[in-house]
């Protein structure tokens, strides 16, 4: 079965500062990896992906992720955070192959100060 | 544009109605899906649909019933029986069916008075 961690509910950083997020994930078959973005009130949008092409992916908003198969980590990371980056961020996995179903970690919120 | 839309974006119902969330699609995806959202608890599936007139629940089906009675459409009805539901809903729909990329429409938050 397949299941994502996500170490800290609330990361907080100030503007300019690195962003790192960290998921963990648990599949019995090589995964598929994902993390989106959630602003208040609002549905979640795809951030990026990996898909076993290349292992780091970079997404939109200067975002990118680096799948780690020895540490099962696929952690989210910006160089220089921005206001607008102030969202909940949710890591999640698929087994692939047809309709198969995402499971999703509990999501992380990021907080950003002036 | 193609996208998901749901309705109503808000709503409010006394204890003991039953409420019906509408999901609507112009993608021409197969699969959809209802998650619900609560604070600190992630996303976690409610029903799923990847052909029309068929469904499978999901982790927590207790007290949520759906239809799919056509490929665009995928309403969801939280039920009396539903112990808690007050609660962010989400809509997806399956965008990739190589990696299980999905695409959500804006959700509808309900809340039980």
């Known amino acids: 079965a397949q299941s994502v961690t996500q170490l800290g509910s609330h990361v907080s950083v100030s503007e300019g500062a690195l962003v790192l997020l960290r998921c963990n994930y648990s599949?019995?078959?090589?995964?598929?990896l994902f993390w989106y973005v959630q602003y208040p009130n609002q549905g979640l949008q795809l951030l990026l992906k990996?898909?076993?092409?290349?292992?780091l992916v970079k997404g939109i908003n200067g975002f990118e992720a680096e799948f780690k198969k020895s540490e099962t980590s696929f952690h989210l990371t910006k160089p220089s955070a921005h206001m607008s980056d102030a969202a909940e961020y949710f890591c999640?996995?698929?087994?692939?192959?047809?309709?198969?179903?995402?499971?999703f970690g509990k999501g992380t919120m990021l907080l950003v100060s002036p | 544009d193609g996208g998901i839309t749901q309705s109503p974006k808000y709503l409010f119902r006394k204890e003991g109605q039953n409420v019906t969330l509408s999901c609507e699609q112009n993608?021409?995806?197969?699969?959809m899906y209802w998650y619900r959202q609560d604070p600190g608890q992630g996303l976690r599936l409610i029903y799923y649909?990847?052909?029309?007139?068929?469904?499978q629940k999901g982790d927590i089906a207790e007290g949520y019933s759906v239809s799919r009675e056509k490929k665009e459409s995928f309403p969801l009805t939280v039920t009396s029986a539903q112990k808690n539901p007050t609660a962010f809903y989400l809509c997806?729909?399956?965008?990739?069916?190589?990696?299980?990329?999905?695409?959500f429409g804006e959700g509808s938050r309900l809340t039980v008075l």
């Open positions: 999640a996995v698929s087994e692939g192959s047809g309709y198969s179903t995402l499971t």
């Open positions: 599949s019995s078959v090589p995964p598929y």
């Open positions: 990996y898909t076993s092409a290349a292992t």
């Open positions: 993608l021409n995806h197969d699969a």
């Open positions: 649909s990847q052909i029309v007139n068929d469904f």
């Open positions: 997806a729909s399956f965008r990739d069916s190589s990696t299980g990329e999905l695409f």
